[in-house]
């Protein structure tokens, strides 16, 4: 099965559709599917949910799909860098379904894992436990949290051979490991690419099996959300 397209459009040729459910891995900016998010705008689908840590910022990663009116909601937990993002939420054109950071996480490893539910203390008591299951365990209050799966996942990863074999760098691991496990199918931009043997098989963290496409993107553009400095002594 050959895995590799020449490039990001091709990539999702054939499988982008309106109103799908759709996994883009990154934490801010960093490790973003960027060259898949624009392509996944050229195609023009709409009424999309998107499952993403975040929104991207204005004009950068998701925030150029959020431009072009095609997300219809956003499972997320933080979304507080995009102006767009609460312009169209707060006037109601934008659905957002909330959750905390780590249940987020642990939704996605678990719809990949193929456990359809969890029990999680997080959230009892405030408005994300609103019309959720409770249930007790040895005296604590605990909800239940549903595993989340999608029809594709977006994902970047650092390095990885022809069949798929992925290994991620630093911050851009947060959330594209278990992305890549929980879509039907998994779409991998990735910034080396090599033949099979070539990696160390220590180092793989997302088995070939899961990865459907993939495309060669060298030197991708990294984006800093906050560029933080301090003057010259």
Not at 52 to 62: Q, R, T, Y
Not at 133 to 147: A, L, P, R, V
Request: glycine share 12%; with cysteine.
């Amino acid at each position: 099965m050959k895995k590799v397209f020449p490039n990001a459009a091709e990539a999702l040729a054939g499988v982008a559709k309106d109103g799908m459910v759709i996994l883009a891995g990154g934490f801010g900016l960093c490790g973003i599917p960027e060259s898949l998010i624009m392509a996944l705008r050229d195609t023009g689908v709409k009424n999309l949910t998107i499952i993403s840590n975040n929104a991207g910022v204005d004009g950068k990663g998701l925030g150029v799909m959020l431009e072009t009116r095609q997300i219809k909601k956003m499972i997320s937990s933080y979304v507080g860098e995009n102006k767009l993002f609460a312009q169209q939420y707060l006037s109601g054109e934008l659905e957002l379904e909330f959750n905390p950071q780590g249940t987020l996480a642990e939704r996605i490893r678990a719809g990949g894992a193929g456990i359809p539910a969890f029990y999680t203390k997080t959230g009892v008591g405030t408005l994300i436990a609103e019309g959720k299951e409770h249930k007790e365990f040895n005296g604590e209050t605990y909800i239940m949290e549903c595993g989340i799966t999608a029809d594709i996942a977006l994902i970047h990863a650092w390095k990885a051979d022809t069949e798929g074999n992925l290994i991620y760098r630093k911050t851009a691991r947060n959330f594209n490991p278990m992305m890549a496990t929980a879509g039907k199918i998994t779409i991998v931009e990735v910034e080396h690419l090599v033949q099979p043997g070539e990696l160390d098989s220590d180092c793989i963290i997302t088995p070939g099996v899961f990865v459907q496409r993939i495309v060669h993107v060298p030197n991708p553009v990294k984006h800093i959300e906050q560029r933080t400095t301090c003057p010259r002594i």
